[in-house]
Protein backbone atom coordinates (compact mmCIF):
# COMPACT_ATOMS: atom_id res chain seq x y z
CA UNK A 1 0.00 0.00 0.00
CA UNK A 2 1.14 3.52 -0.99
CA UNK A 3 2.09 5.75 1.68
CA UNK A 4 2.68 9.50 0.46
CA UNK A 5 5.93 11.24 1.29
CA UNK A 6 6.18 14.45 2.82
CA UNK A 7 9.59 16.29 3.33
CA UNK A 8 9.60 15.91 7.34
CA UNK A 9 10.72 19.41 8.97
CA UNK A 10 11.69 19.44 12.67
CA UNK A 11 10.17 22.99 14.23
CA UNK A 12 13.76 22.40 16.36
CA UNK A 13 15.65 22.76 12.99
CA UNK A 14 13.64 25.74 11.96
CA UNK A 15 14.42 27.81 14.84
CA UNK A 16 10.51 28.37 15.77
CA UNK A 17 9.42 28.96 18.77
CA UNK A 18 8.52 25.53 21.23
CA UNK A 19 5.06 24.69 19.89
CA UNK A 20 4.25 23.19 23.39
CA UNK A 21 3.52 24.99 26.47
CA UNK A 22 3.47 22.97 30.30
CA UNK A 23 3.06 19.29 30.00
CA UNK A 24 2.61 18.04 26.26
CA UNK A 25 -0.78 16.27 26.90
CA UNK A 26 -2.18 19.58 28.23
CA UNK A 27 -1.52 21.37 25.02
CA UNK A 28 -1.61 18.62 22.09
CA UNK A 29 -4.96 19.29 20.83
CA UNK A 30 -3.88 20.94 17.75
CA UNK A 31 -0.23 18.88 17.42
CA UNK A 32 -1.79 15.28 18.20
CA UNK A 33 -5.50 15.36 18.21
CA UNK A 34 -6.45 17.51 15.17
CA UNK A 35 -3.75 16.99 12.17
CA UNK A 36 -6.38 18.06 9.71
CA UNK A 37 -4.47 20.97 8.04
CA UNK A 38 -4.44 20.12 4.39
CA UNK A 39 -0.91 18.85 3.28
CA UNK A 40 -0.15 18.27 -0.26
CA UNK A 41 3.45 18.00 -1.66
CA UNK A 42 5.88 20.46 -1.72
CA UNK A 43 4.33 21.63 1.84
CA UNK A 44 6.97 21.32 4.78
CA UNK A 45 4.90 19.59 7.14
CA UNK A 46 6.58 20.78 10.36
CA UNK A 47 6.47 18.35 13.37
CA UNK A 48 5.41 19.62 16.84
CA UNK A 49 8.30 19.14 19.27
CA UNK A 50 7.07 16.11 20.78
CA UNK A 51 7.12 14.19 17.72
CA UNK A 52 9.88 11.61 16.88
CA UNK A 53 11.04 9.69 14.00
CA UNK A 54 11.27 6.72 16.08
CA UNK A 55 9.21 3.71 15.12
CA UNK A 56 5.88 2.59 17.42
CA UNK A 57 7.87 -0.70 18.21
CA UNK A 58 10.96 1.34 19.42
CA UNK A 59 8.64 3.32 21.19
CA UNK A 60 6.79 0.57 22.78
CA UNK A 61 9.89 -1.20 24.06
CA UNK A 62 11.48 1.99 25.25
CA UNK A 63 8.60 2.42 27.68
CA UNK A 64 9.04 -1.41 29.12
CA UNK A 65 11.95 -0.02 30.17
CA UNK A 66 12.10 0.29 34.05
CA UNK A 67 14.83 2.92 33.67
CA UNK A 68 12.71 4.81 30.85
CA UNK A 69 10.77 7.96 32.19
CA UNK A 70 7.02 7.52 31.18
CA UNK A 71 7.17 11.10 29.32
CA UNK A 72 4.28 12.49 28.10
CA UNK A 73 6.23 13.14 24.85
CA UNK A 74 7.01 9.23 24.57
CA UNK A 75 3.32 8.53 25.16
CA UNK A 76 1.90 10.93 22.72
CA UNK A 77 4.27 8.91 19.88
CA UNK A 78 3.18 5.74 21.23
CA UNK A 79 -0.53 6.75 20.23
CA UNK A 80 -0.34 8.84 17.25
CA UNK A 81 1.78 6.36 15.84
CA UNK A 82 -0.49 3.22 16.71
CA UNK A 83 -3.24 5.50 15.10
CA UNK A 84 -1.08 5.32 11.84
CA UNK A 85 -0.11 1.42 12.24
CA UNK A 86 -3.63 0.69 12.45
CA UNK A 87 -4.06 1.81 8.70
CA UNK A 88 -1.13 0.78 7.61
CA UNK A 89 0.06 -3.09 7.98
CA UNK A 90 3.64 -3.89 9.14
CA UNK A 91 4.34 0.80 10.11
CA UNK A 92 4.86 -0.20 13.36
CA UNK A 93 7.96 -1.01 12.56
CA UNK A 94 8.18 1.99 10.26
CA UNK A 95 10.05 5.12 11.08
CA UNK A 96 7.15 7.55 9.93
CA UNK A 97 7.92 11.08 8.77
CA UNK A 98 5.30 13.78 10.25
CA UNK A 99 4.16 14.61 6.73
CA UNK A 100 2.86 11.39 6.34
CA UNK A 101 0.81 11.22 9.93
CA UNK A 102 -0.12 14.44 9.15
CA UNK A 103 -1.89 13.46 5.53
CA UNK A 104 -3.27 10.67 7.30
CA UNK A 105 -5.00 12.38 9.91
CA UNK A 106 -6.69 14.77 7.24
CA UNK A 107 -7.78 12.27 5.10
CA UNK A 108 -9.89 10.70 7.99
CA UNK A 109 -11.05 13.98 9.20
CA UNK A 110 -13.34 13.98 5.55
CA UNK A 111 -13.36 10.19 5.58
CA UNK A 112 -16.61 9.71 5.60
CA UNK A 113 -17.03 12.47 2.83
CA UNK A 114 -16.29 11.89 -1.16
CA UNK A 115 -12.68 10.83 -2.34
CA UNK A 116 -10.06 13.88 -3.50
CA UNK A 117 -8.40 13.04 -6.83
CA UNK A 118 -4.88 11.88 -5.30
CA UNK A 119 -6.36 10.02 -2.11
CA UNK A 120 -5.10 6.32 -2.35
CA UNK A 121 -8.27 4.35 -2.29
CA UNK A 122 -7.57 1.54 0.00
CA UNK A 123 -6.42 3.76 2.31
CA UNK A 124 -9.76 5.36 2.90
CA UNK A 125 -11.70 2.15 2.53
CA UNK A 126 -9.85 1.13 5.22
CA UNK A 127 -10.38 4.46 7.28
CA UNK A 128 -13.87 3.69 7.01
CA UNK A 129 -13.95 0.39 7.45
CA UNK A 130 -12.70 0.79 10.89
CA UNK A 131 -14.10 4.50 11.59
CA UNK A 132 -15.48 3.30 14.98
CA UNK A 133 -12.07 2.63 16.24
CA UNK A 134 -10.34 5.14 14.71
CA UNK A 135 -12.42 7.97 15.85
CA UNK A 136 -11.26 6.68 19.25
CA UNK A 137 -7.92 6.58 18.76
CA UNK A 138 -7.71 9.77 16.77
CA UNK A 139 -7.93 11.79 20.18
CA UNK A 140 -4.70 11.20 20.99
CA UNK A 141 -4.27 13.20 24.13
CA UNK A 142 -7.11 10.98 25.82
CA UNK A 143 -5.90 7.57 24.28
CA UNK A 144 -2.27 8.84 25.79
CA UNK A 145 -3.80 9.92 29.18
CA UNK A 146 -5.28 6.86 29.68
CA UNK A 147 -2.38 4.71 28.87
CA UNK A 148 -0.30 6.80 31.59
CA UNK A 149 -2.95 5.84 34.21
CA UNK A 150 -2.17 2.02 33.54
CA UNK A 151 1.35 2.17 33.31
CA UNK A 152 2.12 4.54 35.95
CA UNK A 153 -0.11 2.32 38.76
CA UNK A 154 1.66 2.35 42.31
CA UNK A 155 -0.35 -1.04 42.93
CA UNK A 156 2.29 -2.15 40.36
CA UNK A 157 2.36 -6.52 39.37
CA UNK A 158 4.78 -8.19 41.35
CA UNK A 159 8.64 -8.54 40.30
CA UNK A 160 9.40 -12.19 38.88
CA UNK A 161 5.42 -13.40 39.69
CA UNK A 162 2.90 -14.33 36.82
CA UNK A 163 0.81 -11.53 35.64
CA UNK A 164 -2.30 -12.10 33.69
CA UNK A 165 -4.15 -8.75 32.77
CA UNK A 166 -7.69 -8.67 30.89
CA UNK A 167 -9.71 -5.97 29.33
CA UNK A 168 -13.18 -6.45 28.91
CA UNK A 169 -13.70 -3.91 26.21
CA UNK A 170 -10.66 -3.92 24.11
CA UNK A 171 -11.56 -1.73 21.75
CA UNK A 172 -8.66 -0.09 19.90
CA UNK A 173 -6.19 -2.51 22.44
CA UNK A 174 -3.82 0.67 23.87
CA UNK A 175 -5.19 -0.74 27.10
CA UNK A 176 -3.77 -4.28 26.01
CA UNK A 177 -0.61 -2.40 25.10
CA UNK A 178 -0.29 -0.53 28.80
CA UNK A 179 -1.01 -3.40 31.09
CA UNK A 180 1.84 -5.16 28.43
CA UNK A 181 4.19 -2.07 29.61
CA UNK A 182 3.17 -1.98 33.00
CA UNK A 183 4.17 -5.71 33.93
CA UNK A 184 6.82 -5.21 31.94
CA UNK A 185 8.28 -2.58 33.26
CA UNK A 186 7.85 -4.41 36.41
CA UNK A 187 9.99 -7.26 35.85
CA UNK A 188 7.21 -9.65 35.90
CA UNK A 189 7.37 -13.50 34.24
CA UNK A 190 5.10 -14.93 32.04
CA UNK A 191 2.71 -11.63 31.09
CA UNK A 192 -0.54 -12.48 29.45
CA UNK A 193 -2.85 -9.81 28.13
CA UNK A 194 -5.84 -10.59 26.84
CA UNK A 195 -8.42 -8.78 25.23
CA UNK A 196 -12.03 -9.11 24.41
CA UNK A 197 -14.33 -7.81 21.24
CA UNK A 198 -17.46 -8.48 19.59
CA UNK A 199 -16.66 -6.73 16.23
CA UNK A 200 -14.92 -9.09 13.86
CA UNK A 201 -14.15 -6.24 11.62
CA UNK A 202 -12.24 -4.11 13.92
CA UNK A 203 -11.85 -6.94 16.50
CA UNK A 204 -9.42 -9.16 14.40
CA UNK A 205 -7.14 -6.12 13.28
CA UNK A 206 -7.13 -5.51 16.73
CA UNK A 207 -5.42 -8.62 17.85
CA UNK A 208 -2.89 -8.10 14.68
CA UNK A 209 -1.84 -4.69 16.10
CA UNK A 210 -1.71 -6.05 19.49
CA UNK A 211 0.25 -9.35 18.54
CA UNK A 212 2.67 -7.28 16.35
CA UNK A 213 3.42 -5.44 19.37
CA UNK A 214 3.62 -8.07 21.56
CA UNK A 215 1.07 -6.94 23.53
CA UNK A 216 -1.20 -9.69 24.27
CA UNK A 217 -4.06 -11.27 22.10
CA UNK A 218 -7.70 -10.30 21.40
CA UNK A 219 -10.98 -13.02 21.87
CA UNK A 220 -13.54 -12.82 19.21
CA UNK A 221 -15.72 -13.31 21.44
CA UNK A 222 -18.95 -11.86 23.26
CA UNK A 223 -18.15 -10.64 26.51
CA UNK A 224 -21.09 -10.19 27.85
CA UNK A 225 -21.43 -14.30 27.83
CA UNK A 226 -19.81 -16.06 30.84
CA UNK A 227 -18.48 -18.80 28.51
CA UNK A 228 -16.14 -15.88 26.95
CA UNK A 229 -14.32 -16.14 30.12
CA UNK A 230 -13.09 -20.03 30.27
CA UNK A 231 -9.59 -19.12 29.57
CA UNK A 232 -9.85 -17.35 32.87
CA UNK A 233 -11.82 -19.51 34.77
CA UNK A 234 -9.59 -20.54 38.37
CA UNK A 235 -6.30 -18.06 37.06
CA UNK A 236 -5.47 -15.35 39.46
CA UNK A 237 -6.18 -12.09 37.60
CA UNK A 238 -3.44 -9.30 38.37
CA UNK A 239 -5.41 -6.79 36.65
CA UNK A 240 -8.86 -5.66 34.98
CA UNK A 241 -9.45 -2.61 32.77
CA UNK A 242 -12.44 -1.55 30.59
CA UNK A 243 -11.29 0.88 27.69
CA UNK A 244 -15.20 1.65 27.28
CA UNK A 245 -15.49 2.29 31.25
CA UNK A 246 -12.45 4.22 31.28
CA UNK A 247 -13.78 7.30 28.95
CA UNK A 248 -11.82 6.28 25.86
CA UNK A 249 -15.80 5.57 24.66
CA UNK A 250 -18.18 8.12 25.95
CA UNK A 251 -21.54 6.36 26.37
CA UNK A 252 -22.11 3.40 29.22
CA UNK A 253 -24.71 0.99 28.19
CA UNK A 254 -26.07 -2.57 29.31
CA UNK A 255 -24.75 -3.67 26.12
CA UNK A 256 -21.05 -2.12 25.68
CA UNK A 257 -20.89 -2.38 29.87
CA UNK A 258 -22.96 -3.01 32.04
CA UNK A 259 -23.36 -6.78 31.02
CA UNK A 260 -19.86 -7.65 30.76
CA UNK A 261 -18.97 -6.80 33.88
CA UNK A 262 -22.17 -9.26 35.34
CA UNK A 263 -20.98 -11.77 32.85
CA UNK A 264 -17.10 -11.83 33.79
CA UNK A 265 -17.65 -11.32 37.78
CA UNK A 266 -19.77 -14.19 37.10
CA UNK A 267 -17.28 -16.16 35.34
CA UNK A 268 -13.91 -15.72 37.29
CA UNK A 269 -15.46 -15.64 40.86
CA UNK A 270 -12.94 -15.33 43.32
CA UNK A 271 -10.21 -15.02 41.04
CA UNK A 272 -9.87 -11.41 41.00
CA UNK A 273 -10.14 -10.94 44.91
CA UNK A 274 -6.26 -9.39 44.38
CA UNK A 275 -7.01 -7.63 40.75
CA UNK A 276 -6.46 -3.85 40.84
CA UNK A 277 -8.96 -2.20 38.58
CA UNK A 278 -8.79 0.57 35.94
CA UNK A 279 -10.87 2.78 36.31
CA UNK A 280 -11.56 1.54 40.27
CA UNK A 281 -14.96 2.83 39.91
CA UNK A 282 -16.79 6.42 38.34
CA UNK A 283 -19.85 8.46 38.66
CA UNK A 284 -22.06 8.29 35.84
CA UNK A 285 -24.93 10.26 34.79
CA UNK A 286 -28.55 9.72 33.04
CA UNK A 287 -29.83 12.61 31.41
CA UNK A 288 -33.16 10.92 30.45
CA UNK A 289 -33.79 9.41 33.61
CA UNK A 290 -31.72 12.68 35.43
CA UNK A 291 -30.39 9.65 37.94
CA UNK A 292 -26.27 9.32 39.06
CA UNK A 293 -25.04 6.21 39.72
CA UNK A 294 -21.66 4.87 41.04
CA UNK A 295 -19.79 2.13 39.20
CA UNK A 296 -17.40 0.20 41.51
CA UNK A 297 -16.12 -3.40 41.98
CA UNK A 298 -17.88 -3.28 44.96
CA UNK A 299 -21.37 -3.46 43.40
CA UNK A 300 -20.37 -5.60 40.33
CA UNK A 301 -19.99 -1.84 38.13
CA UNK A 302 -23.68 -2.32 37.85
CA UNK A 303 -26.50 0.45 38.08
CA UNK A 304 -29.49 -0.02 40.02
CA UNK A 305 -31.81 -2.49 38.30
CA UNK A 306 -34.09 -0.24 37.39
CA UNK A 307 -31.84 1.98 35.57
CA UNK A 308 -30.04 -0.93 33.57
CA UNK A 309 -31.13 -0.22 30.04
CA UNK A 310 -30.34 3.76 30.71
CA UNK A 311 -27.72 5.45 28.83
CA UNK A 312 -24.95 6.98 31.07
CA UNK A 313 -22.05 9.43 31.16
CA UNK A 314 -19.15 9.13 32.78
CA UNK A 315 -18.91 12.40 35.21
CA UNK A 316 -15.97 11.50 37.42
Not at 163 to 185: E, K, N, P, W, Y
Not at 247 to 261: I, R, W
Given at each position: ?307 LDEQFIPRG
Amino acid sequence: MSKITIPYESAGRRGAASLLTGSPLASATIQARNFTAMVHPPAQAIAPDFYTRDSLAADVERLCDPAEPVSDARLLNVAVKYFFAYVFDGAHNDSVPYGELAELYERFSRHQSMNEPNDDIETMNRLRMWSPVLRVLADAPRAAHVMRSVICRESAPLAGQPFIGVDIGAGTGVMLLALQILARRCGSSDVQTLGYQFDLVSGERTHDMVHALGAGSVMLADPSRANAFNLLRGREIGFVANEVLAGVQQSLTAGNCFHKYRAFFSAVGESVEQAIFFPEGLIAHSAASRASVILARENGFQPPAEYLDEQFIPRG
